[in-house]
């Protein structure tokens, strides 16, 4: 399957419309994506939603419980947050929510940096598969497949493919 890119430019559309009372009513928001793919997503919301805290780079790759399996990517970087999370309202934000790891792996790192007021999780495709109960707050498209598929994000311009794991 292949998501063009005006189907996912709709779906970041559906995000921003859901995140925007959130940002009207609390403009301290900090917007933080979780290297890789949350942070491309993250950028364009954004931008689009006029956040004016710098965007947060969450790099969680040594707080995964399947460390040991997968191992480090090197090609992702530090974390880089913007300010202190201490009694703020985060929105975290990834491209796929699937089994729910790589979010659990992200909210353990905000917890080391201090104590958020709230975490909103915003996901761009909410997919079946989830393995711990976590959901998205707000997602730009809610996607069921068979656990032998996966998802890829592309950008520039921004598509979606769903293939078989290799």
């Not at 999780?121 to 069921?144: K, T």
């Amino acid at each position: 399957m292949h998501v063009d890119t005006k189907t996912v430019e709709q779906m970041l559309e559906r995000m921003q419309t859901q995140l925007a009372p959130l940002c009207e009513t609390d403009p301290d928001v900090l917007m933080i994506g979780i290297k890789t793919g949350g942070v491309l997503v993250g950028q364009a919301l954004h931008k689009a939603l006029g956040i004016q805290s710098e965007l947060g780079e969450l790099n969680i790759s040594f707080y995964r419980d399947d460390f040991s399996t997968v191992g480090l990517h090197p090609v992702v970087g530090p974390s880089q947050l913007p300010n202190s999370v201490d009694n703020k309202h985060i929105i975290l934000v990834d491209d796929v929510l699937s089994t729910g790891r790589t979010v659990r792996a992200a909210m353990n790192e905000l917890f080391d940096y201090g104590r958020p007021a709230r975490i909103t999780l915003a996901v761009l495709v909410q997919r079946s598969g989830n393995e711990l109960p976590i959901r998205a707050d707000v997602f730009g498209e809610s996607m069921q497949l068979d656990a032998s598929e996966h998802i890829k994000l592309h950008t520039n311009p921004w598509s979606i493919e769903v293939g078989v794991k290799t």
